[in-house]
């Protein structure tokens, strides 16, 4: 069965280092989507993409991040300047279609470690 | 302020003890409640969507439910495979999922 591979699986950087995390989403998918859970809590939603735009974000979500389809296969956020409470596990997610017709198949995470 | 809400966060059953979970929601104009498993270091992998009160699904030993303010996620003869963390989420009117805490199940043989 297709599945979201996310890259890498474990991210250690310094406060303030840029970070980029990767993610192959399923080839026939048309949304994209950035989830975090930090240790603990619930799993918050960064930003939707579709059609090569950001559809909706949240307000975590700020001119630190960005996403990037690059391709046409993969999909990735960069946080410019990390900071302590960047650490999580960052979710990548895709569906065929919008969220409330079409299931999130998410990827296993990268969990980002910022020291 | 909470918009979902499961309980109970924390549940322990014996090998064929069924049970049921709790997501109450107070979003209006619900246009879907999912739930998810999510075992430990992975992420949530899709069981059910739900869209209209009175609506059922089922697969294998779990049967999931919806009414006007909340859902259930029966689990009859649960087997130590089902132990997992089961989320629920909304979408209303947005691109996004709105997850609860989740619960968190164990299967005791």
């Known amino acids: 069965e297709p599945e979201v591979t996310q890259t890498p699986s474990h991210q250690v950087t310094q406060m303030g280092q840029e970070v980029i995390l990767r993610c192959v989403p399923i080839?026939?998918?048309?949304?994209f989507y950035w989830y975090r859970q930090i240790l603990g809590q619930k799993v918050e939603f960064l930003v939707s993409?579709?059609?090569?735009?950001?559809?909706?974000k949240s307000e975590i979500f700020d001119d630190q991040f960005s996403v990037e389809r690059p391709d046409g296969s993969n999909f990735t956020l960069k946080i410019r300047s990390t900071k302590l409470e960047d650490s999580a596990m960052y979710f990548c997610?895709?569906?065929?279609?919008?969220?409330?017709?079409?299931?999130?198949?998410f990827g296993n995470g990268t969990r980002l470690t910022v020291t | 302020e909470d918009q979902v809400t499961q309980s109970p966060e924390a549940l322990r059953l014996q090998e064929g003890e069924s049970s049921s979970l709790n997501c109450s929601y107070t979003?209006?104009?619900?246009?879907?409640l999912f739930w998810y498993r999510q075992d430990p270091g992975k992420g949530p992998e899709f069981l059910f969507t739900?869209?209209?009160a009175g609506e059922e699904k089922e697969k294998e030993r779990l049967k999931a439910t919806l009414t006007k303010k909340e859902s259930f996620l029966h689990i009859t003869a649960p087997k130590p495979e089902d132990s997992a963390t089961y989320l629920c989420?909304?979408?209303?009117?947005?691109?996004?999922?709105?997850f609860g805490t989740g619960t968190r199940l164990q299967v005791f043989p």
């Open positions: 997610a895709s569906s065929k279609g919008a969220v409330y017709n079409s299931p999130l198949h």
């Open positions: 080839s026939n998918h048309l949304y």
């Open positions: 993409f579709y059609n090569n735009e950001i559809s909706e």
């Open positions: 979003v209006s104009g619900l246009r879907g």
């Open positions: 739900l869209y209209s």
């Open positions: 989420a909304v979408t209303y009117n947005t691109d996004k999922l709105i």
